[in-house]
């Protein structure tokens, strides 16, 4: 089953050169908007941290108005306790992706020296036809002068 619902269900495995292309294009997109993207980020990162604080102080407000005793404390626990939850997956979840944001601005090693070792190949592949087509010249001119090789 190749196909499901006309979406392929195998992927066509990438050539070489497509794996350098698309590394390029990821190596020159990160320079373009990697830093926007850790402005943004920095921003959620903020903006969730003055949104938990604020929430703290809210409920600490209403549990102080409330009296702060008898069967609220249970209530309050399991409250906090979800609430905290609740908020504190996102601004965890939020502090590694900028962690992973600022990671990835310093620059993907593996991106780069792949498509740095590949231009070097390439290069190095073309130094050798130059060198191959040099040698099959010079030997066909001596050829004809009647030189022989040994």
Same mark, same amino acid.
């Given at each position: 089953?190749?196909?499901?619902?006309?979406?392929?269900?195998? =992927?066509?495995?990438?050539? &070489?050169?497509?794996?350098?292309?698309?590394?390029?294009?990821?190596? #020159? =997109? *990160?320079? =373009?908007?990697? #830093? *926007?993207?850790?402005?943004?980020?920095?921003?959620?990162?903020?903006?969730?941290?003055?949104?938990?604080?604020?929430? !703290?102080?809210?409920? &600490? #407000?209403? *549990?102080?108005?409330?009296?702060?005793?008898?069967?609220?404390?249970?209530?309050?626990?399991?409250?906090?306790?979800?609430?905290?939850?609740?908020?504190?997956?996102?601004?965890?979840?939020?502090? &590694?992706? *900028?962690? #992973?944001?600022?990671?990835?601005? $310093?620059?993907?090693?593996?991106?780069?020296?792949? !498509? $740095?070792?590949?231009?070097?190949?390439?290069?190095?592949? =073309?130094? $050798?036809? &130059?060198?191959?087509?040099? @040698?099959? @010249?010079?030997?066909?001119?001596?050829?004809?002068?009647?030189?022989? $090789?040994?």
């Amino acid at each position: 089953m190749k196909n499901f619902l006309g979406l392929p269900f195998f =992927r066509k495995p990438l050539s &070489d050169a497509e794996i350098v292309e698309q590394a390029r294009r990821d190596i #020159k =997109r *990160w320079q =373009r908007f990697g #830093k *926007w993207l850790l402005l943004s980020q920095t921003a959620i990162v903020i903006a969730l941290g003055c949104f938990f604080f604020l929430l !703290v102080h809210i409920l &600490d #407000k209403m *549990w102080r108005f409330a009296g702060g005793v008898g069967n609220l404390a249970l209530g309050g626990l399991v409250v906090g306790l979800l609430i905290g939850f609740a908020f504190g997956v996102p601004i965890l979840h939020a502090v &590694d992706e *900028w962690g #992973k944001t600022i990671g990835a601005l $310093k620059g993907d090693r593996t991106s780069v020296l792949l !498509v $740095k070792y590949h231009d070097a190949l390439i290069e190095l592949s =073309r130094q $050798k036809e &130059d060198h191959t087509e040099l @040698s099959a @010249s010079e030997s066909r001119a001596g050829e004809g002068r009647g030189e022989e $090789k040994c």
